[in-house]
């Protein structure tokens, strides 16, 4: 706030150029990342150079240039895996990263040169790369080790790996069905059984008593017609 006896006219405030905006940009080890920059192109008078480097943005130019543009066309590339895929000429001046690596991780530089003192748009961007996560998961592996017997003409043993499928229960394969459904009717199912094993036997003892029979009849018979023939 101002003190009553000082003048608004007083203050002077100096801007030290164009603020420098950061952005993080993240990706993963074998990717292709983009690094986003922009500038405002309405004519073709606006369209002018810039360059791509790593480190923070100074003063003027880029520490360690990746990339120079005239506006046009690139003039200087130091990388096959750094190129800028955007419509230069529409101020998209992106900068693609080919199959990062973890080296790739840092800050970089995009200055885009606009006539005037001071008058350059500057941008850091923090890059940071990571490693792919490597999945763990695994079959079930059983390995057992067959040795040849005593005796054997074979000179080496040889692991063998067996790898089991885990399934559960409604997929196991239905192999034959159940004669009954319930404790109940597996009962009355026995019952019948055993009342034909019975019957069975029953009818069997039968048939063999009838044979006896038979044959007792048939050596009566002999014996009798003998004693006629002795009489």
Known sequence: RCHPRCSPAMFVFLSPGPSVSELLVKGK????ITV?????????????????????????KCYRAIIWTDGWKVTEQHSTRHLLKGDLQMGDVSLTILNA?????????????IAGLFNDQTSNHEVVIEKARISTASPHTYTSEQTSAPG???ESSWPITTTWSLISAS?????ASSPCSSTSDCSDVTLK????????????????GLYIGIGVCAALLVIFILALFLT
């Open 101 to 113: 690596e973890e080296e790739d991780s840092g800050i970089y530089c995009c200055r885009v040169e």
């Open 152 to 154: 054997s003409t074979s």
């Open 193 to 208: 059984l055993q009342n034909v094993s019975v019957s069975l036997a029953s009818k069997h003892y039968s048939e063999n």
């Open 171 to 175: 997929e196991a394969p239905q192999t």
């Open 36 to 60: 986003p920059c922009f500038y405002s192109v309405k004519r073709t008078q606006d369209i002018t150079s810039m360059c791509w480097g790593r480190d923070r943005c100074p003063v003027s």
């Open 29 to 32: 080890v074998g990717q292709n």
